[in-house]
């Protein structure tokens, strides 16, 4: 007879509305357009949806300059440097821009600042597509990066009264708290976003799995080993209390001799994760244990980007 086992799914989880655009985004110039679209980077962190769009015809490279300039290109969800479309335009190239609008919120944000003159701090992790996008959309120097508490006290802005803090979508909501307390108490003149960067989604995915730490032995986190916001949901399961908190790409990757004797499983998904693997997920369990599955969910998401308009005009006409 089968073990019981009780499995908490977290809700939200999975697909964001930034993830949800930027595929279809891929999806609906391969259709108005045809085989091969480019793409600049992965358009979102997870092999399996990057894998189905190059199905279709999609082909991914590293930089501009490897796609021909006579077929579309479309610019990852993470956003780019403004490098990246001047050189598109210097090359006549068709581009559709996939960035997140929250993404994009924060660029705006970052040049508002720098026309009033001030210095950027950006909250990020180095190297992180994103990060890479947001800093570049200002003059080298203007952007200062920082990763930890400790990076607050080695820095030199030009001016500490004329600074103001940026931080990426995809971060540890206690951690970049923890980071915006230390600027705050070094530089009392710093200012914030009026809103909080940390898109909606990661702060939810980050509360569904602190609601529902106490109740499990383990935790599974299906997303990519270089999607930001999934690596942070192990980590918040791992603060939380969690004895074991694994980060698969999907089913076929779960050490299950880790879970040797767990009760209670919890399951959650980052945003660029589809919910197709997460079901893939709960039936490896099914198969092995008499599962009961428990729902916890801390909110309820309707949020929906429209794709740029080149796209709804085309594809429609």
Known sequence: MAQPLDLYL??????????????????????KWGAPVYVRHEI??????????????????????????????????????KSVPIEAEGRNMLYVDATCPLVSKVHIEAARHYENGLQMVMIGHRGHPEVIGTMGQLPEGEVILVETPADVAEISPRDPSKLAYITQTTLSVDDTAEIV????????????????DICYATTNRQAAVKAMASKIDALLVIGAPNSSNSRRLVEVGSREGCSYSQL????????????????????????SAPEVLVEEVIAAF????????????????????????????????
């Not at 244990?289 to 709804?312: G, I, N």
């Open 286 to 317: 099914r198969e092995r244990y008499d599962v009961t599955e428990k729902l916890v969910e801390t909110a309820k998401e309707d949020v929906e980007f429209k794709v740029p308009r080149v796209l709804r005009q085309q594809v429609s006409a």
């Open 181 to 196: 307390e230390t600027l705050q108490a070094r530089f009392p003149q710093i200012i914030g976003p009026h809103k909080e």
């Open 10 to 31: 977290a809700a939200p989880r999975g697909f964001c509305a930034g993830v949800d655009r930027a595929i279809k985004i891929v999806e609906m110039a391969l259709e």
């Open 44 to 81: 979102v962190h997870n092999r399996f949806v990057v894998d189905g769009l190059r199905d279709k015809g999609a082909v991914f490279v590293d930089e501009l300059e490897e796609c021909p300039t006579d077929r579309p290109v479309i610019f990852s969800a993470h956003g780019v440097p």
């Open 248 to 271: 698969v790409q999907r089913a076929a990757d779960i050490d299950w001799r880790a879970l040797d004797g767990i009760r209670s499983v919890g399951i959650t998904a980052g945003a």
